[in-house]
């Protein structure tokens, strides 16, 4: 801090100031061993998913256990992750269905996340999969009797004929009533839908009202109000041809120019919420996260109505994925991170300026240079069929900031705690195996703690803490990421500072402007002038953001001639 001094004392110091940003990148994959390789986090399905035996199931509806490098394996005890194939050839059906110990309870909140492929046959694929929940009298043996555009779930637009040509002959369903019992019954559908089929007769109508090509949509497959009857003409007198259009609910438009089949693993979030007794919503979103980084991303969305009713269940339901194919195909696969009901866990990031009397920069926070910093990450778990085992924990480490300790610290029922290996850093991030499962029994929170200094930077440097990614044998779960701002080192000088000549008897108003080295304006609230008259008379003034302030002097603090003032610039 330097004072220029005469009938004015200007001061020029330093101070320092904050702000933020990140993205992500994609590769190709071409087919089904490619996929395999670049098979991103999941758990394993031990017990969890059943084949269905519905008539028509391929034997192509399979699981298979990776290793964490993305081999695959028969050896339990080397898996760390499933992949369930849905269909991957012409002319299939396929199901598979959770297990009775691992149903949908439509009377509590859920929440899903999974990793779906399908196939990288672009504009040539067909016909996509569809995610199901179920309360089919014919439980794991539910399948539409349909193949193609029903995905193994809607209702079956066949070309069945029925009359005679003395009564006029009838082709396909007069009735929506007899249309509907060829579905999945008491179920609702969200279909991940890689085929148009507007061709405007039987079997290839359900989508002419979509208006969109590639597409997530939802609905009650065995609900009358899902299809729509169209009456056509034939070429043979006396047959009247009956086709059905599908009406669409939380339609996501996938667009055109990058189709769903594209080669990419999409990764999948479902959020259901009971509402009441004979209502809840489902909120779903696609591409939420990148299958290369695992970073976070808005993805594309869309929320619906869920009317209980339609399951015909007092709250436990199956679930699970159908697909089928017809003259088109696609390699579906599906691998998962949280099944509904089997873990309920959560993991929250917040990061504190401890110099700064534990002030929280989590979301776009301004700290100094040389400010200790706490990284704190909350494990939650809150319940589920299952306790969290083998919990490995992805820390991703912040840049520009100096890590000085690492601790877990386990609570519940029970305490325990551990220390985190600093030097195993790899790629940016810390690998480390937690040695507790979390449970509601003993240890239900497990609170990771790095300590650090932020760096000394020249310039407003943006720090990102990245997402945490937690990967249990049951369950992944994802910490939010955190942005801050480490102020660089900038000089401040002080303007407009002039000599000022008042009448006797009035007060004087002093004005000026602070200009920073760095330039941009100044956070409200940080930065103040203070002024001395005379030496025994102070005021002090917050300087605005546009780096201007201004007091006033009362006149009885002034006296006939020259009255030396000070301005002295402070954060």
Known sequence: MGIKQGKLKVVM???AITFFASISGVSAVTDYPNAIKAAPHGITLN????TGTGTGVSSASKTVNLTPNNVITTDPNAATKSVVTITDNINQKAAVWSTDGNTFDINENETASMWVYLGNGYAAAGDGMALVLQNDPKHNAAISTGSGETLGVWANDETLTTGNILIGKTSGYNKVEDL?????QNSWALEFDTHTN?????NNNFDINVGVNNHLASGYPADTGTYVRNVGGSLIPLVTNYFYSQKHSGIIDYGKDVPLSNGQWHHVTLKYVSKSSVEGSMTYTIDDKNPQNNVMLPGKTATVSIDKSKFNSNGSIRWGFTGSTGASYETNLVMFEQVPGLVNASATQKVTDTTQKNKDVTNNGLIQSDDSLSFVTDINYSGGKQEWKNINASLKIPNDVTLKSGTITYSGAGTDSETINLTNISNGEITKLLKNNLSSTKYSNAKITLLGTANKETKDTVVHSDESEFTGSNAVVQSNAASFTIGG???LTLSGINDITVKAGSGATIAGTVVSSLGGVFP???????????DNYSVQADVGTDGKFSVNVPSDQLKLGKNPYTVMATD
């Open 198 to 202: 507007d061709g405007r007769n039987a």
């Open 47 to 50: 017990g969890i998913f059943q």
């Open 489 to 491: 080192i900038r000089t």
């Open 180 to 184: 509907v019992k060829t579905s999945v």
């Open 524 to 534: 409200a609230g940080t930065t103040t002038a203070a002024i001395k008259v005379n």
């Open 13 to 15: 110091f330093t101070i």
